[in-house]
C-alpha cells in the first residue's frame, strides 16, 4: 500500500494563526481598600455596633425595672434657737424630720454615706454626718438630722437685715443639702456608686418658750440632682 503523501499546509487554508488568549486579571470588590481607610471603616462600624446594643440594653433595662429617683420630704423642723449676736456668732438649735422613699419595685439602694449641711443665706452654719443603711423595695426610711451650737457666720448688709426681717417675722429660710453616696441594687448585682444631693429649701418657724410662731411647719419636697 502507497503511504500517503503530506501535504504542506498553508495559512491561507486554515486563515491567520489564532493569537494566544489573554488572561485579564479582573480587579475583585473591596481589593482596593486602603489598610488605614478599612481599618477607620472597622473601627466606626464597631462604635456603632457597641452604641446600638447599649441603646437597646438601656431600653430593655428600662422596660424591666422602671427606675425612678427617690422621693425626698422634709416632714417636720423644729427651731428653738436662732440668733444672731452683735459679733456675727450664730446659735442655732434645729431638729428635722426627713423621710427618703425608694419607689422602685425591683430595685434596692445602698445608702454607704449621708451627711446633712444647714445654711442660711448661702453661708453653712451646721454639719450632721446620718447612719449608712440599705433600703429595701417600695421602703420609706426616716432620718433625724440635728444641728445645734454656734459657729461665727459672714453676713453682708443685706444679709442682716434680712435675717433681722425674719426675725420679726418669726421664721427663716434655711437652707438643708443631704449628701449621699449610694449603689443600687438590680437582683444580685451592684451598681457602681453615685452621689446625689437632696436639695431643700426651708421655711421654719421659730419657737422659744412662752413663744411660737403663728405659721407653722408646712411639709417640703426636696429636690434629687444626679
Known amino acids: 500500500m502507497a503511504e500517503a503523501k503530506q ?23 473591596g481589593s482596593g481598600c486602603c489598610g488605614p481607610c478599612c481599618l477607620l471603616s472597622t473601627l466606626f462600624k464597631l462604635i456603632v455596633t457597641i452604641i446600638v446594643v447599649l441603646g437597646i440594653a438601656t431600653l430593655v433595662f428600662w422596660l424591666i425595672f422602671r427606675p ?9 423642723a423644729t427651731l428653738t434657737e436662732f440668733n444672731l449676736t452683735d459679733n456675727n456668732i450664730l446659735h442655732y438649735n ?31 452654719f451646721g454639719y450632721n454626718p446620718l447612719p449608712a443603711f440599705y433600703q429595701g423595695h417600695k421602703n420609706t426610711t426616716n432620718l433625724h438630722p440635728v444641728f445645734s451650737g454656734q459657729i461665727p457666720i459672714s453676713l453682708g ?16 429660710s434655711i437652707d ?22 437632696f436639695e431643700c429649701e426651708l421655711k421654719v418657724p421659730l419657737t422659744t418658750i412662752g413663744r411660737s410662731s403663728a405659721i407653722g411647719f408646712i411639709g417640703t419636697k426636696c429636690d434629687v440632682d444626679f
Open 7 to 29: 501535504v504542506p499546509l498553508n495559512g491561507a487554508y486554515y486563515g491567520p494563526p489564532i493569537p494566544p488568549q489573554q488572561t485579564h486579571h479582573r480587579r475583585e470588590r
Open 68 to 76: 425612678s429617683k427617690m422621693k425626698v420630704y422634709v416632714e417636720s
Open 94 to 124: 434645729l431638729a428635722l424630720d426627713v423621710a427618703i422613699r425608694n419607689p422602685n419595685k425591683r430595685i434596692g439602694i445602698y445608702y454607704d454615706r449621708l451627711a446633712a449641711r444647714a445654711y442660711y443665706e448661702g453661708e453653712r
Open 157 to 172: 448688709n443685706s444679709d442682716v437685715v434680712d435675717f433681722n426681717r425674719e426675725k420679726g417675722q418669726g421664721f427663716f
Open 176 to 197: 438643708v443639702k443631704i449628701y449621699a453616696r449610694l449603689r443600687f441594687k438590680i437582683g444580685s448585682v451592684k451598681t457602681r456608686r453615685f452621689k446625689p444631693d
